[in-house]
């Protein structure tokens, strides 16, 4: 199916990333306006030790490999980090969503349970594909799962007033189309700024690491 381009758009982009209570900062965000390049990464199988170390390197390289195309970009992060594992296992394994933006059309790719919605119209709908968990809570699906990875893709295009929303897992509690709403209105730096806000004030500060990345589609 042909999806039809829209052209004249501009994007309007907040993100916002702070660390929880729980363990070692393990979050990191990209937003690469120039190329319209976002991921939001998360440490997985966090350990004192390692910190942001896997999401910092699945970030950085994402940004490095990346050439048009997200499947490839993200399965070459995959082996690249499961190389550097057979010198260092200390890396560590991450989660991550990550999208694309040209031309008005959004492509969206994900391995492990970063979320990422559509806001448009007043409601949302779901741009990932959540892995589910083992027995054991543990997932399946990871960079550096050891196995290869299974990406979930999806493309949609977009019309103005378009939010993408692409998060870390630490704030599921506020994406839900009354809280978005709240904030739609605003510019996204703000936004996306009060919505983590929201999201500690509702864990009253304890909790996982928060990560947010807000882009809106605008007539240019």
Do not use: W
Not at 73 to 88: N, P, Q
């Amino acid at each position: 199916m042909r999806i039809k381009k829209e052209l004249h758009l501009k994007l309007d982009i907040g993100y916002k990333s702070v660390p929880g209570a729980d363990h070692a900062y393990g979050d990191r965000v990209l937003a690469d306006s120039s190329r319209g390049l976002f991921a939001v990464a998360d440490s997985y199988g966090i350990s004192p030790n390692r910190g942001s170390v896997p999401s910092r390197l699945a970030t950085y390289m994402l940004a490095d490999f990346f050439k048009g195309d997200l499947r490839e970009a993200i399965s070459m992060v995959d082996r690249t980090m499961s190389k550097l594992c057979e010198f260092d296992d200390g890396i560590g394994a991450a989660t991550m969503t990550a999208a694309f933006i040209k031309e008005g059309v959004l492509s969206v790719a994900n391995v492990g349970n970063n979320p990422a919605y559509l806001l448009r119209d007043g409601t949302m709908a779901k741009l990932y594909t959540p892995e589910k968990p083992r027995r054991d809570g543990s997932l399946s699906q990871h960079i550096l799962s050891g196995e290869g990875i299974r990406l979930h893709m999806c493309q949609r295009a977009l019309k103005p007033g378009d939010i993408v929303v692409i998060a870390s897992d630490g704030v599921l509690n506020i994406l839900n189309p009354r809280d978005m709403l709240l904030f739609s209105s605003m510019r996204m730096d703000a936004a996306a700024s009060s919505l983590i806000d929201l999201s500690q004030a509702i864990e009253k500060g304890a909790g996982d690491d928060k990560s947010i990345i807000l882009v809106k589609a605008e007539r240019a």
